[in-house]
């Protein structure tokens, strides 16, 4: 089964810094999530990822997919403390099963102001 | 639009007794995904149902079983709680063809 191994676990950050997550896969990516969680709350959607070498930027936050090390990485650019909370990814077990998705155990995030 | 909503959203129950949980999806989306996240184990794929048929079944046991219903609404039920069911369940829906999945802000349940 697909596991994907989120680092670091934790990152305390000033505002204003920036700062990158990683997911890697032990398998092929075939589809790479990216939500954000409140504690406790459901999850926000941020960002899917399809193909090798695929960037997407939403505000300040920008992930990008390095499909050939089976990873990815997310990258929030001057840090507010909006950006706080628990940063998953996840992903599809195979081609087309977007609805079952497997997830990382998160990266929690904590912005000083 | 309405966001996916999850009822109810705290639960205490008593281990043995079993648990009934209900998610409604946003319009228009007839499939619904639901996940288990504990602090341990993280998030977790349960099932998913589309059209009243489950299409996909995560590794859990028989104790976790669910519907949908022709209106999409979704519920899953535990049997015979265990203090290890005690987490966070998430639903999300989906648009036929759609990646996103939309998630609910999840029900949680506290087994003592």
């Known amino acids: 089964s697909q596991e994907l191994e989120q680092s670091p676990q934790s990152l305390i950050v000033q505002e204003g810094k920036n700062l990158t997550i990683n997911c890697t896969s032990s398998k092929t990516l075939y589809g790479l999530y990216w939500y954000k969680q409140k504690y406790g709350e459901g999850l926000i959607f941020l960002m899917m990822?399809?193909?090798?070498?695929e960037e997407k930027s939403h505000e300040k936050i920008t992930a990008k997919l390095d499909e050939k090390k089976q990873q990815s990485s997310l990258h929030i650019t001057a840090s507010q403390p909006s950006h706080a909370g628990i940063y998953l990814c996840?992903?599809?077990?195979?081609?087309?099963?977007?609805?079952?998705?497997?997830f990382g155990k998160g990266t929690l995030l904590t912005v000083n102001p | 639009k309405a966001g996916v909503t999850q009822t109810p959203r705290y639960l205490i129950k008593t281990r043995g007794q079993q648990v009934t949980l209900s998610c409604s999806p946003i319009?228009?989306?007839?499939?619904v995904s639901w996940y288990q996240q504990t602090p341990g184990q993280g998030l977790q794929f349960l099932f998913e149902y589309f059209s009243e048929t489950q299409r996909n079944k995560g590794n859990f046991p028989g104790r976790f079983s669910g519907r949908q219903f022709s209106n999409s609404r979704s519920e899953m039920n535990v049997s015979t709680l265990e203090l290890g069911d005690s987490a966070l369940y998430l639903c999300a829906s989906s648009r036929q063809g759609a990646y996103e999945q939309y998630f609910g802000p999840g029900t949680r349940l506290t087994v003592t």
């Open positions: 996840g992903a599809d077990g195979y081609r087309g099963s977007n609805y079952k998705l497997t």
């Open positions: 990822l399809q193909k090798g070498g």
């Open positions: 319009s228009g989306h007839r499939s």
